[in-house]
């Protein structure tokens, strides 16, 4: 099979983590016999200091052309007080717009190699094996009006959270045919006793829920969801929310991962004629400027979402299992990087994807 794929490796860590993911990809088109076609492209900090924007026109031409984009990580602290549209992250927000990738999955996993990683009880996060879908192209990451205005008391901010009827159905139907092929559970999180923004989400996920008898859903309000994730994470197979708070409640899922580092994730949009996913896949981490370019970074979540990648844009089902396989046995090597709290001295972000290749 050619695989036309748009690597984005952005800023800090990100370069270091998708340069393992590539080395991944490469060692499962060896032994597959698949053929590689790898472009990369700017994104983030590093587009604005070549070209002026964090998400250059040649970048989403890019996008649009190749079958799937691997994206490593945006952010750099020097732009922490740009204006709105020369900030990395409007970048991110960009090419998740432009591809249109409105669902983004977000798998939380306790391996049993991580447990004691885990600042929670064993007995707690053992077992934990959820799935986030977190919905990526609306609500108040986008909605308008929105800026700030006026000056001295006068000034203020303002951040609308929008939803439509169709953009909460469609991330549902995702969500809930993820559960059919899972546990059977979902639990839809929003706010709903104080938004009326939630009001509709919950109201359209009820009447979605219809097309899918074989899906026990249920609801919990953000707050609760947060505790609950903590107290008994066991309870969750698949959570469906809404943007923000699928940002929030992913980043706490990484704690019962062991570390942030772990969580991989696989945006989808539309089907391409193919049958394919559109898709954008990038690790749930962050830039990480304070470790970037020391070899330390943990590549598992940039290397899990290399799997997503093979596995949803390309139906390698095989090639996805091999190198979930793989993580899991680096991870039972002890091989691991400093986040995973090895008992012996840590392995380099390098040696970790070699073992991962090694290990396929
Ligand atoms: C994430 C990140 C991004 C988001 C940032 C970098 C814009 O936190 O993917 O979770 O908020 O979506
Ligand atoms: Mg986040």
Not at 27 to 49: D, M, Q, S
Not at 350 to 360: K, L, M, P, R, Y
Request: aromatic share 4%.
């Amino acid at each position: 099979m050619n695989l036309s794929i748009l690597v984005l490796p952005g800023d800090g860590i990100g370069t270091e983590v998708t340069c393992e993911a590539v080395r991944v990809l490469h060692r499962v088109a060896e032994k597959w016999n698949h053929t590689l076609r790898l472009t990369e492209g700017l994104l983030g900090g590093v587009a604005i200091h070549k070209t002026g924007t964090p998400f250059p026109d040649q970048t989403e031409r890019l996008a649009l052309d190749a079958d799937a984009t691997l994206m490593g990580a945006v952010g750099l602290p020097e732009f922490d007080n740009a204006p709105p549209h020369l900030r990395p992250e409007k970048g991110l927000l960009g090419i998740r717009r432009a591809l249109g990738v409105y669902a983004n999955l977000r798998p939380v996993r306790a391996y049993q190699a991580l447990l004691d990683a885990s600042p929670l009880k064993n007995h707690l996060a053992e077992g934990t094996d959820f799935i986030i879908v977190r919905e990526l192209t609306g609500g108040i990451y986008y909605g308008v009006p929105r800026g700030i205005s006026g000056e001295g008391a006068g000034e203020r901010a303002v951040n609308s959270m929008v939803y439509t009827r169709p953009e909460i159905e469609r991330v549902a139907r995702m969500a809930f045919r993820l559960a059919q092929n899972r546990r059977g559970k979902l639990t839809s999180v929003d706010k709903s006793n104080v938004l009326e923004n939630s009001q509709l989400w919950r109201k359209v996920v009820i009447e979605i829920s219809r097309e899918f008898p074989d899906v026990a859903l249920d609801h919990l309000l953000v707050d609760n969801c947060a505790m609950q994730l903590v107290l008994n994470p066991k309870r969750f197979d698949v959570i469906l929310t809404e943007n923000m708070f699928g940002d929030i409640l992913s980043d706490e899922g990484a704690v019962l991962a062991g570390s942030i580092g772990m969580l991989p994730s696989a945006s989808l949009g539309g089907r391409k004629p193919s049958g394919a996913w559109v898709g954008l896949y990038e690790p749930v981490h962050g830039s990480a400027p304070d470790i970037a370019g020391q070899n330390k970074a943990n590549p598992l979540g940039a290397i899990g979402s290399a799997a997503a990648l093979l596995e949803y844009s390309f139906g390698l089902k095989e090639e996805a299992a091999a190198v979930n396989s793989a993580v899991e046995a680096v991870l039972n090597s002890g091989r691991v990087t400093a986040d995973l709290r090895p008992s012996g001295p840590p392995a380099t972000t390098t040696q970790v994807g070699q073992a991962v290749c090694e290990a396929i």
